[in-house]
């Protein structure tokens, strides 16, 4: 019974005393990570050249180092503020550039603006500060305007002009043409 009681009493022991405690890392069984940073649901806010914000969110973020001033991104979505409302614009992959506020888009890219503007293309630079899109793949969208497509394009967000490089279409559509 003495032998239970005192059982009994090393187990609850550590429940009703306070204190710290204390043990031994062994720094050579530690795993030291591949990389400087890992994030899940990375945010990076920032601001352009006329002080506007900018935002932009990942679902992974991946530094691998601190001399490497690039971030791997994965599920991007970026808002940024224009002259006519917000826009955002949404990517399965990319590289953002700290230093450049840049963003390399490796496949698909959607942007879409409050006003009704949209544009898809792929493989496209990102220029977060200027606004500026340029493409490296074909490129297809839409304005209040009408249609068009192209190989390639670039843009700028903040204006709305897009030069279409290479078969450029543009269907323009009358009624929607006379909007204003």
Do not use: C, H, W
Not at 11 to 17: D, S
Not at 26 to 54: C, L, S, T
Not at 61 to 71: D, F, G, H, I
């Amino acid at each position: 019974m003495g032998i239970g009681i005192l059982a009994a009493f090393l187990v609850m022991a550590p429940l009703f005393m306070g204190g710290d405690v204390s043990f031994v890392l062994d720094k050579n069984k530690v795993d030291i990570a591949a990389e400087r940073m890992r994030i899940q649901a990375a945010r990076y806010r920032g601001a352009d050249d006329k002080g506007r914000a900018f935002e932009l969110d990942a679902g992974s973020a991946v530094q691998k180092s601190s001399a490497e001033r690039v971030v791997r991104l994965n599920q991007l979505a970026a808002g940024i503020e224009l002259q006519d409302g917000p826009a955002t614009i949404k990517a399965d992959q990319g590289r953002y550039d700290m230093e450049t506020d840049r963003v390399a888009v490796d496949g698909p890219i959607a942007v879409r603006a409050a006003d009704g503007y949209a544009l898809d293309t792929r493989d496209a630079t990102v220029d977060l500060r200027t606004r500026r899109l340029r493409s490296g793949g074909a490129v297809t969208g839409s304005t209040p305007q009408g249609n068009f497509s192209g190989n390639r394009l670039e843009a700028d967000l903040e204006a709305r002009t897009v030069r279409i490089v290479g078969d450029a279409r543009l269907r323009i559509v009358p009624k929607r043409a006379n909007r204003r």
